[in-house]
Each structure stands twice: as C-alpha cells, then as structure tokens.
C-alpha cells in the first residue's frame, strides 16, 4: 500500500499531476522543499499541482519486498512528470545486486523509457570561491550541458559470472544500437543548437567498436546541422580537460557510463554536488527530474541537505515537461538571488552561518 494522499495545490486553468518518489536517506526532505517552492510558484503563475508520493529504493523493499512495487511504475506512467529524491544507503548494502535500492533507478527509467538525460553544470558566480580550480581557469565561469545515454550500454547489457583462464570471472557487456546512438546524438545537436551551438562528442573510438559506431553516426548526423561546430574527444582526455579548461564546452553527448563518470567530476568543479540537478526525457514530455547527489544517510533527517538541486530539477521539470518557461525562470532566477545575497547550507557554508534545509527553502521562497 502506498502512504499519504494526493495533494491539491490551487485550482486552476492548469493543473499538472506529479508522482513523487522520495526515496531514502535525505530524499523525503529535499523532495517536500522542492514542493514547497513549486506550491509557490504555482500561486504567483496560476498553475495547479496535483503530488502523489509513491514507495521506491530501500523504503520500498521495507514496505513491499522489492525496490520498484508495481504500484509505482503504474503511478509514475499514468502521472504528468515525476520528481525523485536519491535512493539507497547502508542498510540495504548486504543486498544482492538485483534487489538494491539502486536496481530501482534502472527500471524506472526502462519502464518510463527514458533515454536522456540532461545534466546541467553551472559554475554560480557567487560560489567561484567554493570551485577547487585556481581562479584564472574560472575566471569567466562555465555553463556546460551533459547530455547522456541513459538505458543502454554497459549498465544494461548481459552480464554474469563464469569460469574463465583463471577461474571465477565476472563480466558485463556493453551494447549500442544504431537506434539509441542516433535518438540521443540528435537530441544532444537540438540542444547545442539552442545554445551556443557547440557539440563535444565523447568517446572511446580508439579501443571499443561500440564507440567506433557511436563516432561514425555522430558524423552522419552532423551533415544535418552545419550551423552546429562538433567535435570528437576521447574520454581520459575529456575528463582532463574538464578541470584544466571547462569553460571550452557547451553540449557533451556521451554514453551511460561515460556520462555518468563525467557529469559526477563536472559537479565537483561547480563547488557542491547539492546545486546540481538534472532531467531524464523519454520522446514524450513525460520525464523524471531529479538531483545528481545520492541519499547522504549520514546527515538524513537532519534538516542538514542542501535542497537546491531538487528546486533546480523542480525548475527543469516546468521547463522541458510543461512548457512553463517563466515559472521556470523564476525559480533559477530566486535561486540565484539567494546565493547572491550570501546564504549558504551546511555544504557551502565556509566562515558564515549555515541554513537548515527548511530555512533555504524560506529563502527562495521569499526570493520568489
């Protein structure tokens, strides 16, 4: 059975139905600050949310013997657009692999069939001071957009155990289609064409035939968008680049482990993996949104967490799902003014008085 009830807030011209998945560790606390601030935006831009909480990661295995009930993925399908909080922590490590928390992320996404994900990287100037890179190389700051495969690859392809030249081995396959590679390539040339039309293609061609054929269809559909500069790089050297020189990119398109190794060490030169947050797109408008940042078990229910990666995905999920550009912009704009005007959470707060989770919430809020 699934806990709590649906919530109504302000009856409108329009009205979006949001499944919530707040998960484990600080995933409920985050989650319910991001409502909060879309109640309020919804106020200020007469739009109506309708949030429906539904069990994943470890408080579904708890509840219900299994990491994504049923329930959930019917929730999540019949819903507008869903917000998740982060999955997973100690408790539920001894687990094998197929039942974990995490196996929960994977099958939504497969059920949803979302297959990009969108992972902006943004250094704010008011946390320049926060980023690990020397001054000079941020001095103009970086906006990059990651733009990874998200339900192929190596993260689901065959895998197992076997007898191999020196006994027990594991293995895992990695596997594109020309499908996926073509459906997430031209989703990744849209999207540097709206914004500085720049396009880094990552790969591995100098060693795996899955990144031979990813290169060679990143240049077949390159001849579609000539108004678009588009590069190749490998990925050892992409992820130096990214600490010796991140303001050089705009898009990166990669694959599902490159990506996800990639977008983890751009967050880190933004300062704090709390800001970042992120959108998982299938072809519809349907999409799950959700911080990069994992369930930090060691600070939940503290009122501790930063939650302006979870009011960062909130502002994405107006954007890309629903078209609401102003309400979206008002949220990244609040943001922005809060840490202007030197607030910080416990994560940024070096020599000035940390926030709770609850009082930056305030704060945006009142910034809106």
């Given amino acids: 059975m699934q806990k709590g009830k649906s919530v109504l807030h302000e009856v409108s ?93 994977l099958g939504i996404r497969a059920a949803m069939g979302l297959f990009t994900n969108l992972r902006p990287a943004k250094l704010y100037p008011a946390l320049k001071g926060e980023c690990p890179l020397r001054e000079d190389i941020v001095a103009n700051g970086f906006d990059i957009m990651i733009v990874r495969e998200l339900t192929g690859g190596i993260y689901f392809g065959e895998r197992g155990y076997r007898e191999g030249k020196y006994g027990e081995e594991a293995y895992d396959t990695e596997s594109y289609s020309r499908m996926e590679i073509e459906r997430i390539v031209r989703v990744a040339f849209e999207t540097a064409r709206k914004r500085r039309k720049k396009l880094t293609s990552i790969d591995k061609a100098n060693v795996l035939e899955t990144s031979r054929l990813w290169r060679k269809i990143v240049h077949e559909i390159a001849v579609e968008y000539p108004d678009v500069e588009v590069s190749d790089m490998l990925v050892d050297n992409a992820a130096m680049q990214l600490v010796r020189n991140p303001s050089q990119f705009d898009v990166i398109v990669t694959s599902n482990m490159f990506g996800d190794i990639l977008s983890d060490e751009a967050s880190q030169i933004t300062g704090s993996i709390g800001m970042l947050p992120s959108a998982s797109l299938n072809e519809g408008k349907r999409g799950l949104y959700e911080p990069i940042h994992g369930s930090a ?7 501790k967490a930063n939650p302006i990666a979870t009011v960062l995905s909130a502002a994405m999920m107006l954007l890309y799902a629903f078209d609401e550009k102003d309400a979206s912009e008002a949220i990244v704009s609040a943001v922005d003014k809060v840490l202007e005007a030197g607030y910080r959470t416990a994560d940024l707060a070096h020599g000035v008085p940390a926030l709770s989770t609850t009082e930056m919430t305030d704060k945006i809020i009142e910034a809106l």
């Fill in 13 to 105: 011209m329009k009205n979006y139905k949001i499944g919530l998945l707040k998960g484990d560790g600080i995933g409920p606390e985050i989650v319910d600050s991001a409502v909060r601030v879309l109640g309020a935006v919804g106020k200020k831009f007469d739009i109506g949310f309708t949030f429906t909480p539904y069990l994943i990661g470890g408080v579904a295995i708890d509840a219900c013997g299994k990491p994504l009930p049923d329930e959930t993925v019917e929730g999540c399908l019949a819903s507008d657009s869903i917000l998740l909080g982060a999955v997973g922590g100690p408790k539920w490590d001894v687990l094998p692999g197929n039942v974990r928390p995490e196996k929960a992320l």
């Fill in 297 to 303: 078990p060691d600070i939940a229910g503290q009122n």
